[in-house]
């Protein structure tokens, strides 16, 4: 069992919580994730490790589905039933020259651990997040203190630029030599982001968010097509190159228990509401 000591909600449906969870944290790198339970039987909820000291790990987790509106409504000092960690290959980091960390919605808390390893690797460090308005961006004032620079867009306009991620992109690889370009966020923006940099030849690694289950390999739940080959997030991932990912199966298979998803979150709001 694991206590969540700090609470801190960050946006309307987003919760950034800190496990007393040391031996998970010992040996996590950035890139990796985490898979925990709030109660015996409860569903296996992936989440990445975006961030880590000697007590613990840090999650960000979105209230969406019935296992996420049960875990972000628990209090600081009440303990999740298990936590497995560290899982995944952690990101392959080197001295790239200007790097492009492209995150959008809950997916900036994935990029956030990249950037201290890089920096120090001697990297100019780039952070371009998005989201549907600016209530919604994550991790705004610790990125731009952290990266060299900061560039924000929203689809509304509310804050920074008017637009997607991707345009700052395209801007960004205009104006100077990017070396390499890490993404996270949803699938769609993904694919976008990785249709920007092919053209250009710049090497763009995508974080994916792939349905997932025992985070061993053995289910196959989790598994993507990277180059016309079926890999397994949990165990080859989740960092791969995304100009070879099928987002198209992607977003296919993450639609598949909208249905179910659905069901659950009634059961779970007639059991919160009697």
Known sequence: MAAITKKEQLSPDVFRLKLAAPLASRNAQPGQFLILRTHEGGERIPLTIADRDAEGVTI???RIGASTQRLCAM???????DVLAPLGVPSHLERFGTVALVGGGVGIAVIWPLVKPLKALGNKVVAIIGARSESLLLYRQELEAACDQLLV???????????FVSDALKDLCASEKVGHVFQA???MMMRAVAEATRPLGVPTTAS????????????????????????FTCVDGPDFDAHKV????????????KDLEKVAVERCARHANP
């Open 60 to 62: 960000v987790v979105q």
């Open 246 to 257: 099928d987002f198209g199966e992607l977003i296919q298979r993450l639609a598949g228990f």
């Open 208 to 231: 994916l968010n792939a349905l997932m289950l025992d985070g061993t390999g053995m289910c196959g739940m989790c598994r993507v097509s990277v180059g016309g080959e079926t890999r």
């Open 185 to 187: 966020g949803p699938p």
């Open 75 to 81: 209090a600081v000092g009440e303990q999740v039933a």
């Open 153 to 163: 867009t929203t689809d509304d306009g509310s804050a920074g630029r008017k637009g």
